[in-house]
């Protein structure tokens, strides 16, 4: 029994003399009292540990229990040992941050609060500090929202003396970036198609991130119809594919495109919409000359106004449709080169103007309404979809009109006649003057007529033959003689004898001379002098008679 003695003695000071005040050692509890844990860890006296030494949740221990404890004394004034648990594990988790930092490690923490300068972060049940600056990869203007993130990060700066500990997650964040942008750049070439996540959206369209770095997908690229806001079609956050375009190194620019992704719809308008087809379409635009219809994205038609009613004539497209309207129309014409597509809306309704030449002979009378007037004539309705026009040199056989509604007016009731019909320009020419005789039918070229001067003007005189026909003698025409303007003995009013030397029959006026009438007389005066001079009668004398007469008339 002695000798067992001598053999715990001599253990138990082995044991004193290897343990060391302010070492950490294993203890093991032994008792359990209402002041705290009775820990054995080798020495002559068992320790206590306050229970206050331990948070709530560490407060369910059972004696055979391990711990590790800070040795402080081996024996108080009590005699027993000094212990602390909760030393223990501060300088533990001292440890722990001290062989992270020098081991570059990357850690797993938490970030619990917003501080002055940035937020704590809980690692190794210690908080350390991470400044805003390093919280992320940009600038995170609400630290708040970063409560109770999980974070991973590295221990940038060490004081153990000053208790200071500085981490950062930007470094792992910018490594990684790098990472991933040597790979990116490695594989990146263009026609590839990539997944990515929308950044940015700017005006001009918006950044892509491909995971180490950015593309640019222009607006022009996005869509392969119009794309007036770049935010109606794509929303930050978002994952997309979108197709390499174009990739420069040298400047680390990779230019993007989502419409690449599909076909261009102009490339098979003609066969998807030939000519003459039946097809359906929404109104995106309206303009002055017409209504831009999508049919698919990417691809418009044009419904010119021209194109919209047989019926009327439409001034403006929003008289007929609306933006968002659903319609209906006939593909006309399709220009695959200059990405455009005529539409017609009328075409899907019978064409009045079909049978328009036999419905309208020429030389037919009509009647219809003015429906309104234009400085070059009146145009008439015959019928809902066709209308014809009068030319205002179509309006009088005597008057020279400057503007239709000097005889006419809008919604009169008239009369016409048919001059021309042209079904295939969908056109019809009608005359109002043609209704009464052409004043110039029963005149002759070479005719000898009266005329009387209503106008004298620098080319000549204007002339009136009977109640609506007008004539004119030109200046060249007034005399054998070369004179610059017509001037007395020539007046307003006075009749005139002169020769008809052209008839427009089209505009019911002669173009007369009086130079051509003298000649035939002085021809008429030399036969009869001819005849006569048996009876000695002077030329000079029969010549004077005649022009002697010819003076008295004017």
Same mark, same amino acid.
């Given at each position: ?287 002055? !000359? $017409? &209504?831009? #219809?999508?049919?698919?994205? *990417?691809?418009? /038609?044009? =419904? +010119?106004? %021209?194109?919209? @009613? ?65 400085? !070059? $004539? &009146?145009? #008439?309705?015959?019928?809902? *979809?066709?209308? /014809?026009? =009068? +030319?205002? %040199?179509?309006? @009088? ?158």
């Amino acid at each position: 029994m002695e000798r067992q003695n001598n053999w715990l003695e001599e253990a138990l000071k082995t044991s004193e003399e290897r343990s060391q005040e302010g070492d950490i050692v294993t203890g093991k509890i032994v008792g359990i009292t209402k002041d705290g844990l009775v820990v054995a860890v080798g020495l002559k006296s068992e320790g206590l540990i306050p229970i206050n030494d331990f948070d709530k949740d560490e407060q369910d221990f059972k004696i055979g229990d391990s711990l590790e404890v800070l040795l402080v004394r081996k024996e108080s004034k009590s005699g027993q040992a000094l212990l602390s648990y909760q030393q223990a594990r501060e300088i533990r988790r001292w440890d722990k941050l001290e062989q992270a930092y020098k081991q570059n490690a990357i850690l797993d923490g938490v970030i619990k609060r917003k501080v002055k300068g940035g937020v704590n972060v809980a690692v190794f049940d210690n908080e350390v500090f991470m400044p805003a600056s390093q919280v992320g990869l940009s600038y995170i203007k609400d630290l708040a929202t970063m409560i109770d993130q999980a974070v991973r990060v590295r221990i940038i700066k060490f004081d153990r003396m000053k208790m200071n500990v500085v981490v950062s997650q930007r470094v792992i964040l910018e490594e990684e970036m790098r990472h991933k942008k040597e790979i990116l750049w490695a594989e990146l070439q263009e026609g590839q198609v990539r997944k990515g996540w929308i950044k940015n959206i700017t005006e001009f369209g918006a950044f892509i991130d491909l995971g180490g770095s950015e593309g640019l997908l222009h607006i022009n690229d996005i869509s392969w119809g119009k794309v007036k806001k770049v935010s109606d079609i794509l929303k930050g956050g978002e994952e997309i594919e979108v197709k390499v375009l174009q990739v420069d190194r040298i400047n680390e620019k990779i230019a993007l495109g989502l419409k690449q992704l599909s076909q261009d719809p102009w490339l098979s308008v003609k066969q998807k919409y030939p000519v003459a087809a039946v097809v359906s379409g929404k109104v995106v635009s309206l303009a002055d !000359f $017409g &209504a831009f #219809v999508e049919l698919e994205e *990417g691809l418009e /038609g044009l =419904i +010119h106004v %021209s194109e919209m @009613s047989w019926v009327e004539y439409v001034k403006h497209p929003s008289k007929i449709m609306k933006v968002g309207d659903v319609v209906q129309a006939k593909v006309l014409a399709s220009e695959e080169e200059k990405r455009k597509l005529s539409l017609g809306l009328k075409q899907i309704q019978p064409n009045p103007w079909a049978n328009a030449a036999v419905k309208y002979k020429t030389g037919s009378r009509v009647t219809g309404v003015v429906s309104h007037l234009s400085p !070059f $004539g &009146a145009f #008439v309705k015959l019928e809902d *979809g066709i209308e /014809g026009l =009068i +030319h205002v %040199s179509d309006l @009088s056989w005597q008057e020279k009109i400057s503007h239709p509604k000097k005889i006419l007016k809008e919604n009169d009731k008239i009369e016409a006649l048919v001059l021309r019909v042209d079904a295939k320009e969908e056109k019809l020419s009608l005359g109002f003057k043609q209704l009464q005789e052409n004043p110039a039918a029963g005149y002759k070229v070479g005719e000898i007529i009266e005329a009387e001067i209503t106008e004298i003007v620098e080319q000549g005189l204007v002339v009136k033959v009977g109640p609506q026909l007008r004539g004119f003698i030109h200046i060249s025409q007034i005399t054998g003689e070369f004179v610059e303007k017509p001037t007395a003995p020539f007046k307003v009013g006075q009749i005139v004898t002169a020769k008809i030397v052209k008839i427009d029959a089209e505009e019911a006026k002669l173009s007369l001379s009086i130079k051509e009438y003298e000649k035939g007389v002085k021809k008429e005066t030399v036969a009869k002098y001819t005849k006569t001079s048996e009876q000695k009668v002077t030329f000079g004398d029969v010549l004077g008679d005649q022009l002697a007469k010819f003076r008295q008339k004017e």
